[in-house]
């Protein structure tokens, strides 16, 4: 049994009683906003081969040490899920194959103890790690992939890790150790052509006497990320005796020399595979696809493959008619509708190393476009009688609704302005996948729209909030007339939003499309936006660990738009209104409706060049690049995001009186008066923190974009900011007085930094020079 449930909008905590399904073979709950903590009764599954949880919220959690007892796991994906605590020691898996826990907060040593043989992948990137590289890693022979890039890690980088393999059957070792503290090589830097070895960002790399290091130590070329034609056999048969334009072709292996027939075409994806590098596995896949559909292996020629976000591998495969008595250059109906069938009853057997698939077409072209099979003509012709039927019932239901809500606005003397009228004759279309909400549920929800349960507007129109038949809370936008779009860019707009999912960023629930009215349907978030927060008519005050996690969390929300969405997408319209608080002040970004898709990715997930557009967004916030220029990058967001670090820190606006918080805050930083500007409700703080993430937040308000900090990096000095203060000062806002009545420095023996009171700092106690205009709250 398997239970795919990823790129959904799930939430909570992740049932313990999933471990009570003996049978469950895949546990994938990738890309959801689950939270809580991972059960460690999946252990006792017997037969579960992967658990894949990528991309949720398990924030303060840790790996369970009874995960080190699962007995037939291959692939353990925890990537980007909040962690903590220590790798766990899984040498004890024997058929582990792939673990990926790279982006959580893991600390500590990488554990000692040698794993599985079998295993491929290894990557525990962008975590806190310390020490060194374990000798056992030299003795893994099938290690395609080992990412430790930006931790902590020192020593020497030992060499015998690639030395040790055997790359005779075409395998590749991928060695990224960016930006750590390694400061010596362990051996000779002498790599052989499959291995690629990165060390930008270390000690390493100022070693001028070591001999190859700058080969290393640049950037890697881009890679091929496509495989054509396998198979050379047919080099030498003539071109006319097989016609490509009637949709015939060589048959790549096939026994018979230049034996010509017709392919059927199939997209085909895996969507949890157990390797990061696909070519050793190319013949094994073929083995397990052509005995899964009783074909010979001359019959499947893989024509093309990709690797997309997940990771996924998508490939193109070309099945070809077995060379029987007649020769016969293409497959009869029975034996098409057979392999069809196969496909979409997902019949094939389980796979731990190829892991679940998808059939992504079926593609019947040339000889094959005319085919018709019984079983589908019969299923269509009841498929138009039950079109027919429930079109009937459709129809009466839409007359009952349309009646209802006409009464329902005479008796409220509610009307709609004309456009409206006009735009309610279109045919509302529907999405997959996204839940669509009628006017009624929707006025119904809100109590008809009534004013006491607006919580908002911007230039998108209204806000409300709402309450659906479930009791589920949510936050529904309802478009203004004047900001209605068309229908084409409506559903544009909401397939993006439905993309989607991260625990930083507001979750779409749905959407309306009736009435000449748009709405789209959000979870509700009850503590408002950050904006309300730091107004000076806020009865509530964040202390800086507080704000400090929001600033973190913010970052992360808009690194996954920038790195992890599919395709990327740049905001355009960060601002601390557009940044809300859940129920623990956890930070969700919010308002896509300027978001542009940003352009494709290159080699390591770098957002490349730019999008031009015409300028929108928020004065105060745009990246005055951007505004020259008309040129939208991944920079573009950082600007806005660093002008949101300065309200948090001085609780101004960004625009005030004619005064930019940009300028004045720089005004304030060069004349060593940036303690006599600081939000005097933020409590104690240690001045180390608070210089460094000043200093951060004017680094990516930088006039020049090629001098901020990319969204990685200042997710990864956050996270070394919050490594800085103690866990109490960033909990709870109840334990901090919202305007405390003194403020003194605290001594070294209190803590390891300096705190400091943002009420204790005057102009005089500091260093005289210009006097910044902004004013000391």
């Not at 992948?121 to 590289?133: A, F, H, P, R």
């Not at 943002?758 to 709250?777: A, E, M, Q, W, Y």
Request: glycine letters at 6%; a positive charge; aromatic letters at 8%.
């Amino acid at each position: 049994m398997c239970s795919h449930l990823n790129n959904n909008s799930l939430a909570g905590q992740i049932p313990p009683e999933l471990s009570q399904i003996f049978t469950l073979l895949h546990l994938l709950l990738d890309n959801n906003n689950l939270s809580g903590y991972l059960p460690p009764e999946f252990s006792n599954l017997p037969d579960l081969r992967i658990l894949q949880l990528d991309n949720n919220d398990f924030s303060g959690s840790v790996i369970p040490a009874s995960y080190r007892n699962f007995s037939r796991l291959v692939k353990l994906s925890l990537r980007n899920c909040g962690l903590q605590g220590a790798v766990p020691d899984l040498s004890r898996i024997p058929s582990l194959t792939y673990l990926d826990l790279s982006r959580n907060h893991l600390a500590g040593p990488i554990p000692e103890n040698k794993l599985s043989e079998n295993m491929t992948t290894i990557d525990l990137s962008d975590n806190q790690l310390k020490g060194s590289i374990p000798g056992s890693f030299s003795d893994l022979p099938s290690l395609q992939t080992l990412s430790l890039k930006n931790n902590f890690l020192t020593g020497p980088v030992p060499t015998n890790i690639w030395q040790n393999m055997s790359f005779s059957t075409g395998a590749r070792l991928k060695l990224d150790l960016r930006n750590n503290s390694f400061s010596s090589i362990q051996g000779h830097l002498n790599p052989p052509v499959n291995v690629t070895l990165r060390l930008e960002g270390n000690p390493v790399c100022k070693n001028a006497n070591l001999l190859n290091v700058n080969l290393f130590c640049g950037s890697e070329p881009g890679e091929d990320k496509m495989l054509t034609n396998f198979n050379d056999s047919i080099a030498n048969c003539p071109i006319q005796a097989c016609p490509t334009d009637n949709f015939y072709e060589y048959v790549p292996a096939s026994p018979l020399p230049c034996f010509c027939a017709a392919p059927l075409r199939i997209g085909y994806r895996l969507k949890s595979p157990s390797f990061s590098y696909f070519p050793p596995y190319i013949q094994p896949l073929e083995v397990y696809l052509t005995s899964s559909l009783k074909l010979s292996r001359y019959q499947l020629s893989i024509d093309t493959y990709s690797w997309e976000k997940g990771p996924r591998l998508r490939m193109y495969l070309k099945l070809f008619p077995s060379i029987n008595v007649n020769h016969s250059s293409t497959f009869n109906v029975s034996e098409v509708q057979r392999i069809k069938h196969l496909y979409t009853s997902w019949t094939f057997p389980g796979s731990a190393l190829f892991g679940p698939y998808e059939l992504l077409n079926f593609t019947l072209l040339g000889p094959y476009a005319d085919m018709k099979f019984e079983n589908e003509n019969q299923g269509i012709s009841k498929g138009i009688l039950v079109a027919v039927a429930v079109g009937g019932v459709a129809c009466a239901v839409a007359m009952s609704v349309i009646i209802t809500i006409l009464i329902t606005r005479r008796y409220t003397g509610n009307r709609h302005a004309m456009s409206r009228k006009c735009l309610s004759t279109k045919v509302s279309m529907r999405l997959g996948g996204v839940k669509y909400f009628t006017f009624k549920e929707m006025a119904l929800a809100t109590d008809n729209f009534n004013s006491s349960n607006q919580v908002g507007q911007g230039g998108y129109g209204k806000v409300y909030k709402g309450t659906l038949p479930d009791k589920t809370v949510v936050a529904i936008k309802r478009a203004e007339e004047g900001s209605l779009q068309g229908q084409k860019e409506f559903f544009t707009e909401i397939k993006l939003l439905s993309r989607l999912h991260h625990r930083n960023l507001v979750s779409l629930v749905g959407y309306c499309d009736e009435e000449g009215e748009q709405m789209l349907v959000y979870e509700f978030l009850p503590n408002g936006t950050l904006r309300d927060w730091l107004s000076a008519k806020s009865k509530r005050s964040l202390n800086f660990g507080m704000r400090l996690r929001i600033a973190l969390g913010s970052a992360k929300g808009i690194l996954y738009l920038h790195t992890e969405a599919h395709p990327p997408v740049f905001h355009r319209d960060i601002k601390a209104s557009n940044i809300l608080l859940d129920s623990k002040l956890n930070a969700k970004v919010a308002d896509f409706g300027l978001s542009r898709l940003a352009p494709a990715l290159e080699d390591e997930g770098a957002v490349p060049d730019h999008v031009s557009t015409v300028v929108r967004g928020t004065p105060g916030y745009l990246d005055p690049e951007y505004f020259l220029t008309h040129k939208l990058t991944d920079r573009s967001d950082v600007y806005s995001l660093g002008v949101v670090f300065l309200e948090m820190l001085t609780g101004m606006r960004p625009i005030s009186h004619g005064r930019n918080i940009v300028r004045e805050v720089n005004m304030a930083h060069q004349s060593g008066m940036m303690m006599s500007i600081i939000d005097g409700r933020m409590g104690c703080y240690p001045s180390e923190c608070i210089e460094r993430f000043a200093g951060l937040a004017l680094s990516c308000c930088h006039n020049k974009p090629e001098k901020r900090p990319s969204m990685l990096d200042v997710v990864k000095q956050l996270e070394y900011i919050l490594t800085m203060i103690p866990e109490t000062e960033s909990v709870s806002s109840d334990s901090v007085s919202s305007y405390p009545n003194s403020g003194k420095l605290l001594s070294p023996a209190s803590s390891s930094a300096s705190y400091v009171s943002t009420l204790n700092v005057s102009g005089s106690d500091l260093i005289s020079g210009v006097i910044p205009s902004i004013k000391p709250r």
